[in-house]
Structure formats: structure tokens, C-alpha cells
């Protein structure tokens, strides 16, 4: 099919993810047609580097032919077992135990989804559960972060809090709440970690006070906030939120969508700082993109009492036809596999104060007030005044400006609201890969001034 005739078929019926609709019929689809370690090639045979590792899930980079061989097996063994009915299959048990054996020690039980957004969704529906089980049913009120974003399911959306996943959607629901983000660049307290750890943990007390501890639930947060801008709190916070929930007798959910898999350095945030979830969520670098899957790592406490609630008779009535897909499953385990034994996770650690340093470097250049990153997941947030922190009119469209001349420079990343770039390149990156990235970002920022 010639491109232009894809580009109106698209356009005819195709509805994309978070896009303004009427702006996407407008411009047209943009079209990618293959990929090899950190570098797509769209159909018009332009060369990109890919810094944002197609949507902070592709960290193996593209075209691992291992991952191919495997998803190849499966499909040609049994490219389909379900998990109803006491049934199971041999990809799936091993990649939870895999899962188990390295995830944060209090999580002992997992569930597979087929993404993030339905992971976010099996933990509320399990967490709700758990407290009806055992007999707390009054606790039903949720707390999540402003800025922070969940996924896009009915419910989960609602603990997303960023306002367009709730305009025209009747959300967010009377039981979901939210606290200021931990934003050091931002804060009161002029980004003095342990004022923005105490303001996080004051703000938590506050609203758990507000609704009375006996009617909440769970926090949910994600570890660094990805979609919200790539907010990174000081290293500690993550901790003090968690014990404040354990002392305010309510769930804490880390949903490590995107901090999971290496993405920060450790497999899981969590591990980098210590701290143990009652309930993890986790998708994207599962599979690192190659197939769906998602999954909602437990602890027993929640599991025994899901399963005590229900007894020896009655279902758990939560499930869907692909969890635990088993081509999906073969596919996480030898994603894994490349994260150890492929040495994906030295890689990124050593690339990752290149990467630091390279983000902070553009702290010179007048368009930017910070520079971010923890890992290889990273941000730079452009500013109209940098003395002031004023940021540009919106109207100015400057995000989409810059995204648009960045990919006619060769270079792909991801230009969120507030004039705030978000980039996750690949746990596959060279340190020449850096270059090009650096030397393409700055060329486009010198453009866009
Ligand atoms: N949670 C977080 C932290 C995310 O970043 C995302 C997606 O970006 C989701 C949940 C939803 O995942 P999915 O898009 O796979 O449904």
C-alpha cells in the first residue's frame, strides 16, 4: 500500500491513544517500520534514534533475534493456554517465579495482566476485595499523587491525575483523592530533599486524617512519576511514604510500570531504595515491548486473605482470556535473561552518568531550568525565565514544536506537558549512541530558541 494511502486509512478509521483526535486527522499518522537496538527507521526510510525506547518499554532496544526465537517456539508449542479452570503453562509459572525470586521480599503471589493499566485495575479490584474478605469494608477510600498517572481503565484513570485522562470521563470517582507530587524543582521549600520527603509524608498524614485512616484503603505512587514529567523525589522518599503507611494502617502500592526492569539502575526501584510494597504493579519492560503483558505482585498477608475470604469454594471473580499469555511469558523470560545474563543491566548502569551528565550539561542552555534523571529515565524542563522557574505560554505549543523538530534532527523522544522532555533510552545504549542523542538534542533546543 503506498504511504499516503496508508496515512488516509489511518486517518479514516484508526482512534490513537491520547491524541487530539481532530489535530491527528489534521497532521497524519507517522509511520515506523522497523527497528534494531536503539534505532527506528520510519517508512520514508529516515534513521531515528529512539531515546524514549518506543514508550519507556522497549529497553532490550529493537530486533533481538533471540527474543524472536523464543516467541517463535512458543507460538509454534502452544501459542495459547489458559489460566481458568486450574490450567497453566510452564512460561508462565517460571516467569513468576522469576518475578518472585527477585522482586522486593514482602511480595510473594503474582497475577499477569496484559499491561500496566490492567495491572493498576487487578490491584484495586484485589485490594478491595481484600479489605471486604476481611472484614474492613469500610475501607475504600484511594490516595494517589498529583501528577501522577495510573493507566487508563475505567477506575484506574481515576487515580491518574492528570486532567486530561478525566475531562468528559466522569472522573475522578468520589473515593479517589490525591496529595501535591514530590517535586524538588517546584517545591515550597526550594527542593531541600528532606523538606520535600517531610512535606510528602505531612501531606499523606493530612489526607489519611481527612478521611479517617479506618476508611482508607491504599497510596499508590509511582516510584519516579513518569507520564506526570518525570518527577524524581529525593532518594528516601519512596521509604518514608512507605512507613508512613504501615503506621497509618493502609496499603502501600508501588505501580513500577516504568521504574521496573531496570530503568532506574536496580530491576526495581524499589530494591534501589529498601523498601518493600504490600502490592507492585509492573508492565513495558516485562517483555521490553516485543508482546502485551503486565503483571500485580502481592504480599501473602493480601493473598491469604483474598483466598481465606473466599474459601475453599467460592471463585476469586477476577481474570481475563490472555493472563498469563504463555508467548508473552516465554517472551519476559528471556527478557530477563538479556537483563542478567545479557549483561543489560551492567550496561545501563555504566552508561547511566553519561547519560546524567549529558542532561546536565544542557543546564547551561537558556531554554533550561532542570536537568533529572535517576537511571536512565531522565528529563529536561524548559522555562521561559529560569530565575523566576516561569514557564512558556502553553499556546506557544513549544512541546510539540521542539518533538516535531527533533525528529527531522533524527532524534525521538517525548515532549510532555509544561514544556517538559522526558527521555528513557534503551538499557542497550553505547556511549556513542549518547553522543548522537546529546549532540541531536542540543542542535534542536539551538533551532527552537
Ligand atoms: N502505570 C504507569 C506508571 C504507567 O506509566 C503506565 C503507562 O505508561 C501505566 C500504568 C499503564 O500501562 P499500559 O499503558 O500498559 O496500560
Redesign the pocket.
Known amino acids: 500500500m503506498p504511504t499516503s494511502a496508508l496515512i488516509e486509512s489511518d486517518r479514516k478509521h484508526l482512534i490513537h491513544?491520547v491524541a487530539s483526535l481532530r489535530a491527528h486527522e489534521a497532521r497524519g499518522v507517522t509511520i515506523l517500520e522497523s527497528g534494531r537496538g536503539a534505532w527506528l527507521r520510519d517508512i520514508d526510510g529516515n534513521e531515528l534514534l529512539d531515546a524514549f525506547s518506543g514508550?519507556?518499554?522497549v529497553n532490550t532496544g529493537y530486533g533481538h533475534e533471540s527474543i524472536v526465537r523464543v516467541a517463535t517456539e512458543q507460538m509454534s508449542r502452544l501459542p495459547y493456554a489458559t489460566g481458568y479452570f486450574h490450567f497453566g503453562c510452564e512460561p508462565a509459572i517460571r516467569l513468576a517465579e522469576q518475578l518472585i525470586d527477585k522482586a522486593p521480599k514482602s511480595l510473594r503471589h503474582v497475577y499477569f495482566t496484559?499491561?500496566?493499566?490492567?495491572?493498576?485495575d487487578a490491584a484495586i479490584r484485589y485490594i478491595t476485595n481484600y479489605y471486604n474478605a476481611t472484614g474492613r469494608p469500610q475501607k475504600k477510600q484511594f490516595i494517589a499523587l498529583e501528577r501522577?498517572?495510573?493507566?487508563?481503565?475505567s477506575v484506574?484513570a481515576g487515580l491518574?491525575a492528570l486532567p486530561v485522562f478525566h475531562q468528559n470521563f466522569d472522573l475522578p470517582l468520589p473515593h479517589q483523592h490525591y496529595i501535591p507530587s514530590p517535586y524538588p524543582y517546584r517545591s515550597e521549600s526550594g527542593g531541600d530533599p528532606q523538606a520535600v520527603i517531610a512535606e510528602s509524608v505531612a501531606a499523606l498524614r493530612a489526607k489519611v486524617a481527612e478521611l479517617g485512616a479506618e476508611r482508607v484503603a491504599a497510596f499508590f505512587c509511582?516510584p519516579i512519576?513518569?507520564?506526570g514529567g518525570v518527577i524524581v523525589p529525593p532518594k528516601g522518599w519512596l521509604k518514608a511514604m512507605r512507613d508512613a503507611c504501615r503506621e497509618l494502617g493502609i496499603l502501600f502500592v508501588a505501580?513500577?510500570?516504568?521504574?521496573g526492569f531496570g530503568r532506574t539502575g536496580p530491576l526495581f526501584a524499589c530494591e534501589g531504595e529498601g523498601v518493600e510494597p504490600d502490592l507492585m504493579?509492573v508492565?513495558?519492560g516485562l517483555t521490553a515491548g516485543y508482546a502485551?503483558m503486565?503483571a500485580v505482585l502481592m504480599s501473602d498477608e493480601v493473598y491469604q486473605g483474598i483466598a481465606d475470604g473466599a474459601g475453599t469454594r467460592a471463585a476469586v471473580g477476577h481474570g481475563q482470556t490472555y493472563s498469563a499469555h504463555p508467548v508473552s511469558a516465554a517472551i519476559g523470560l528471556e527478557v530477563m535473561r538479556l537483563y542478567h545474563e545479557g549483561g543489560l543491566l551492567a550496561n545501563a548502569a555504566a552508561q547511566a552518568p553519561r547519560f546524567e551528565a549529558g542532561l546536565r550539561e544542557l543546564l547551561a542552555h537558556p531554554l533550561v531550568g532542570d536537568a533529572r534523571s535517576r537511571g536512565l529515565l531522565g528529563a529536561l524542563e524548559l522555562v521561559a525565565d529560569k530565575a523566576t522557574k516561569r514557564r512558556f505560554d502553553p499556546a506557544l505549543n513549544l512541546s510539540e514544536k521542539i518533538a516535531s523538530t527533533a525528529y527531522r534532527n533524527g532524534l525521538i523522544f517525548r515532549a510532555f506537558n509544561d514544556n517538559i522532555l522526558g527521555f528513557a533510552p534503551a538499557l542497550c545504549y553505547t556511549g556513542e549512541e549518547f553522543g548522537v542523542l546529546f549532540e541531536r538534542l542540543k542542535k534542536t533546543l539551538d533551532t527552537v530558541l
Not at 114 to 120: K, P, Q, T, W
Not at 255 to 259: A, L, Y
Open positions: 491513544p514508550l519507556w518499554c496484559l499491561g500496566g493499566s490492567d495491572a493498576v501522577g498517572y495510573h493507566g487508563s481503565s484506574g491518574t509511582e512519576q513518569g507520564s505501580d513500577e510500570v516504568i521504574t504493579t508492565a513495558k502485551p503486565g
